[in-house]
């Protein structure tokens, strides 16, 4: 069965400094990896997803990822983090050959406060 | 476009009455749907899912049940609430493409359910 690491409940980062929230995961054979935020009482919003190829994912509001395989990680950056940033983040993984149904499995999430 | 849509917004009920959330997209057809239920406002648990018309899956056992009456439909609902049915409601879609699909979940906005 697969699953996903979030190793920090927060992350504190000063506006202007770099971001980084990390992932990592488990899965048998190749993984499907996505970014979601949330922001309070709101659903998820899709940020960013790797399926193939280039290793390093650009999405949404600036945000990247990049995927390494040998590490089963796939950390979420941002150049300048932006106080509006704060949010909570959720990685999550799907195998690539899984069975119907396209089921992820979710992190159990990363609180951003970005601070002026 | 695709939209989502959830209702109600927030809900208080006692405990022992009956539950019926309302998820519906817009925009496309026979999409996968999802039930998911956050507590505490971190973890997301995957409740139920769909691959089309009255076909469910229920991924734990509990006190819910889920239905999909039309294509783009999906109903979650509960005979008698307990306490622990409180929580943040998520509903969601992902593009199918046969059995296998790689396509990220669009999340709607939620319900707060409170049972009292």
């Known amino acids: 069965a697969q699953s996903v690491a979030q190793p920090e409940d927060q992350v504190n980062v000063a506006e202007g400094n770099p971001l980084t929230v990390k992932c990592t995961y488990s899965v048998s054979g190749n993984p499907y990896l996505f970014w979601y935020v949330q922001y309070p009482n709101r659903g998820l919003q899709f940020l960013l997803k790797y399926i193939t190829g280039d290793n390093l994912v650009k999405g949404s509001y600036g945000f990247e990822a990049e995927f390494n395989k040998s590490q089963t990680s796939f950390h979420l950056k941002k150049p300048s983090a932006l106080v509006s940033d704060s949010a909570l983040y959720f990685c999550a993984v799907r195998p690539s050959l899984a069975g119907g149904g396209n089921k992820l499995t979710f992190g159990t999430g990363t609180q951003l406060k970005v601070e002026l | 476009s695709q939209t989502i849509h959830q209702w109600p917004a927030t809900l208080v009920q006692p405990v022992g009455s009956p539950l019926s959330l309302e998820c519906t997209v817009e925009?496309?057809?026979?999409?996968?749907l999802y039930w998911y239920r956050q507590a505490a406002g971190r973890g997301l648990q995957l409740l139920f899912y769909s691959v089309g018309i009255g076909q469910i899956s229920s991924e734990v056992p509990q006190n819910l049940s889920a239905s999909r009456p039309q294509d783009r439909q999906f109903i979650l609902s509960s005979k008698k609430l307990l306490l622990s049915d409180s929580g943040f409601y998520l509903c969601?879609?992902?593009?199918?493409?046969?059995?296998?699909?790689?396509?990220?979940?669009?999340f709607g906005p939620g319900t707060r359910l409170t049972v009292l």
């Open positions: 925009g496309t057809s026979n999409p996968n």
């Open positions: 969601a879609w992902s593009r199918s493409s046969g059995i296998i699909s790689y396509n990220e979940q669009f």
